[in-house]
């Protein structure tokens, strides 16, 4: 078993939509959340993190964080085609020292 | 420009050569992983380093494969007597302790194996 799973992708939406991206992981020594943006060809940028439970929001972009579930994601409202990208998860375990990495899902925004 | 810098962006070898890739950290930053893609796949941990030294390398494969961070100069990813496997995007990540999973990533080195 994977240590983070993340929602297949690939997903399209309509510009404007409510866009919602999971992941699921299995360590509860995990202590910080990421979602990180990567456009084609380039390196991922962090888009979020947050260290605990509940909801954290920036813009059209909310991170909700369900430790209990062991359950994170990521909801980006009104959906621009400029969104479209692989969005990861990541999962950072201070003990360890690394960070975990979903494959990602990768968005497409349609005018 | 400030931010994590890796070369060569791109590089192509033949089965059999070597392989070097150089990440410089952002300004400030001790600490630097990196991380191989593969298409259509998430980022996979491959080792982790402070200056002078290697913290983990849990996801680095023990043959042909080595990582130095020295006191002076860039992060050096080495992959010796490359495969066809090895075609990959490796990205570098440097970040502070004081912020851990903050990372800021390079553009990446991409590696073609013929």
């Known amino acids: 078993q994977k240590e983070v799973e993340q929602d297949p992708g690939p997903l399209s939406v309509p510009e404007g939509a409510i866009v919602s991206l999971n992941c699921t992981y299995s360590n509860s020594a995990f202590q910080y959340f990421m979602w990180y943006r990567q456009y084609s060809r380039k390196g991922p940028e962090l888009l979020m993190y947050t260290y605990s439970s509940g909801n954290k929001e920036d813009g059209r972009f909310t991170a909700q964080v369900d430790k209990s579930s062991k359950y994170i994601s990521l909801f980006i409202r009104d959906s621009q085609p400029s969104d479209s990208a692989t969005y990861l998860c990541?999962?950072?375990?201070?003990?360890?020292?690394?960070?975990?990495f979903g494959d990602g899902t990768t968005l497409t925004v349609k005018p | 420009n400030a931010g994590v810098m890796q070369n060569p962006r791109h590089l192509v070898r033949r089965r059999g050569q070597e392989a070097r890739l150089r990440c410089s950290p952002m300004k400030g930053h001790s600490h630097v992983y990196w991380y191989r893609q593969l298409p259509e796949e998430g980022l996979k941990f491959m080792v982790y380093l402070q200056k002078e030294n290697i913290i983990d390398e849990s996801g680095m494969p023990k043959e042909r494969f080595s990582a130095e961070f020295p006191k002076e100069g860039p992060s050096i990813l080495r992959i010796q007597q490359v495969v066809r496997g090895d075609s990959a995007a490796y990205f570098c990540a440097s970040f502070q302790l004081a912020l851990p999973g903050e990372l800021f990533f390079g553009e990446g080195s991409r590696l073609t194996v013929l």
């Open positions: 990541a999962i950072h375990n201070t003990n360890a020292g690394k960070s975990t």
